[in-house]
């Protein structure tokens, strides 16, 4: 029995449909390229909400109401054939990003300071656009790659106890840069089979980063401080696969690697009034920001055509985190989760996809970059819902 190519690429593309997550590190998108892998000329623009809850409690045994706050994310894609050979690709995503903000009476807020500016908040915000060009080896196999320009912008406000002398410290930057994405895939309509392996760059930014170091005075760093700095979001590796058990029905399964225990953060005035704090003869001055484990995060799925016009999939979740104990702007060590989707064919060019997933998060110890253990979190959940709007014409 022969597959349908185009039923089976409908089921494909539902496997994939609200990337978006809350995952290990600064993560919020897998940074997916499945438009790529469409046939003809293909356009999509979708909108996600993601919605953590995370709880806990402080050294003192206060209560951490809520801290990671709503957020929202857009994505687009567009995608066409050049000549039987050549296919490009365009894709917009926001990969990176953090939304905490610290409310109540714990020992993340200050109590020298306004109300306005007592709470310790952090807000990471990222935009993304990939091109790739794709070219056709033979009719199965296909290798592509393609500069990644990546926009990063962080505001990071520490305040309370939890921080000590450094209670009042500012940073933030906004710098673009651009890394590089290559891979290749497999593909057999016929069979319903589909396989990736896309491997992105790390991405160096080297800008101004902006602090305000209130121990600063004492150790000849003035409070108000701007410094060349850097910070590099990490490479990762993304294996997609699928194939179809009937003409109707696919299997998928998706795994990604991030090495997050690579990645740090140390801002220039920070790290140097941490070194004159320090004791002993090795001082080298601590990180604002950074993670003890790479990330592995895996998918696994099924998708079904119901009707000409209606599909439907449902897949497991597992993300290992990024190590623990963990930064407070995170608190979390991985997660279970369940995603469902479905996608209805509005006419033969227009499909609408809605969605979303459940996750449980793992317990975890938060910790500040001494490796203090500052906040114990438990029991904590949140859930993605969004929605898509696609064109395909042949």
């Known amino acids: 029995m022969k597959f349908n190519k185009k039923k089976y690429l409908s089921i494909a593309i539902l496997s994939v449909f609200a990337g978006q997550t809350f995952a290990a590190g600064l993560e919020r998108s897998p940074q997916q390229i499945d438009a790529l892998f469409e046939s003809g000329t293909y356009a999509e623009v979708s909108y996600t909400h993601i919605s953590p809850d995370i709880q806990g409690t402080d050294t003192s045994g206060n209560h951490i109401s809520d801290l990671a706050e709503d957020f929202q994310t857009l994505g687009y894609a567009v995608k066409t054939d050049l000549s039987p050979s050549f296919r490009l690709a365009v894709i917009y995503d926001e990969p990176y990003g953090a939304k905490v903000k610290f409310s109540g009476e714990n020992n993340f807020i200050a109590t020298d300071l306004p109300a306005s500016d007592a709470n310790t908040r952090v807000e990471v915000t990222s935009k993304n656009l990939t091109t790739l060009l794709g070219y056709n080896l033979n009719k199965n196999f296909m290798i592509y790659g393609g500069p990644a320009l990546q926009e990063l912008k962080a505001d990071v406000n520490l305040r309370g106890l939890t921080y000590a002398a450094n209670s009042g410290y500012n940073n933030s930057f906004d710098d673009m840069a651009v890394g590089w994405v290559a891979g290749m895939s497999y593909a057999k309509p016929e069979l319903g089979i589909l396989a990736s392996l896309t491997y992105r760059s790390e991405i160096d930014h080297k800008t101004t ?115 623990a104990p963990a930064p407070t702007l995170g608190p979390v060590e991985g997660y279970w989760g369940l995603g469902l989707a479905g996608k209805y064919n509005i006419n033969d060019n227009v499909a609408l996809s809605v969605g979303g997933r459940y996750m449980w998060f793992g317990d975890v110890k938060g910790e500040v970059s001494d490796g203090r253990i500052v906040g114990d979190f438990k029991n904590n959940d949140g859930y993605i819902v969004g929605m898509k709007l696609s064109y395909k014409s042949k």
């Open 209 to 323: 980063i902006e602090e305000d170091v209130p121990a600063g005075d004492l150790y000849g760093v003035p409070y108000s401080h701007s410094n060349a700095g850097s910070i590099t979001t990490p490479e990762s590796v993304n294996l997609n696969l699928q194939t179809g058990l009937n003409p109707t029905t696919a299997l998928f399964a998706k795994v990604r690697w991030v090495p997050w225990s690579d990645f740090v953060y140390a801002p220039p005035a920070l790290k140097e009034v941490t070194k004159a704090l320090q004791l002993g003869p090795n001082k080298q001055g601590l990180p604002l920001l950074n993670y003890h484990d790479d990330q592995t995060a895996v998918e696994i799925g099924i998708g079904k055509r119901l009707t000409p016009k209606l599909a439907m999939s449902v897949s497991g979740l597992w993300d290992s985190g990024a190590g």
